[in-house]
T-cell receptor, first 114, second 114 residues
Framework: AAGVIQSPRHLIKEKRETATLKCYPI?????VYWYQQGPGQDPQFLIS???????DKGSIPDRFSAQQFSDYHSELNMSSLELGDSALYFC?????????????FGPGTRLTVT | AQSVTQLGSHVSVSEGALVLLRCNYS??????LFWYVQYPNQGLQLLLK??????LVKGINGFEAEFKKSETSFHLTKPSAHMSDAAEYFC????????????FGTGTRLLVSP
């Protein structure tokens, strides 16, 4: 079965640079979620999109922005990177069809800021 | 606001022994509850979920959890641990309206010794 695809899997950037993370949800899933997991920490919700509209927002820095495109893939844009942005970034997708709201997670993008 | 508390950052068991990972939740509305497992350098895999209906939920890999509203608990159990169960386990809660962010606990690392 198709899973959530994230690219790139690993990314190394320097401070003050910009990064773009991509997420391709499971086919026919209409909702995408972004989470950030710092070293040794639990995943923290950043932002979500339903049918290309922002549906919820968590502790996402103003330096970060995200959107969902017409093909339902999503991109997380991160500017003015800081050392503290080094983390594992997960994308998850879900579908409300049939009342099944399970979130399926991608393998994550490991961002290292040096 | 919803929250989840996982008691014990590390749990050690012997192979073949009972696994018990504790999770207590706080929610002002009926919750959806989830257990996810994370193997090193991998994404989050759903073990099981509780939404409505039967309070004893069976998941993959022999795991099960019981939703106890009176105790606000959703503990994860497995009768007999395998070496392959060694991983990080996260309990998570979301609201029952669907399309809601997951709020994770701080995780419990399960160590299995031969």
């Amino acid at each position: 079965a198709a899973g959530v695809i994230q690219s790139p899997r690993h990314l190394i950037k320097e401070k003050r640079e910009t990064a773009t993370l991509k997420c391709y949800p499971i086919p026919r899933h209409d909702t995408v979620y972004w989470y950030q997991q710092g070293p040794g920490q639990d995943p923290q919700f950043l932002i979500s999109f339903y049918e290309k509209m922002q549906s919820d927002k968590g502790s996402i820095p103003d330096r970060f922005s995200a959107q969902q495109f017409s093909d339902y893939h999503s991109e997380l844009n991160m500017s003015s990177l800081e050392l503290g942005d080094s983390a594992l970034y997960f994308c998850a997708s879900s579908s409300g069809v049939g009342g099944n709201y399970e979130q399926y997670f991608g393998p994550g993008t490991r961002l290292t800021v040096t | 606001a919803q929250s989840v508390t996982q008691l014990g950052s590390h749990v050690s068991v012997s192979e073949g022994a009972l696994v018990l990972l504790r999770c207590n939740y706080s929610s002002s509305v009926p919750p959806y509850l989830f257990w996810y497992v994370q193997y090193p350098n991998q994404g989050l895999q759903l073990l099981l979920k509780y939404t409505t209906g039967a309070t004893l939920v069976k998941g993959i890999n022999g795991f099960e959890a019981e939703f106890k509203k009176s105790e606000t608990s959703f503990h994860l159990t497995k009768p007999s641990a395998h070496m392959s169960d060694a991983a990080e386990y996260f309990c998570a809660v979301s609201e029952d309206t669907g399309f809601q962010k997951l709020v994770f606990g701080t995780g419990t690392r399960l160590l299995v010794s031969p």
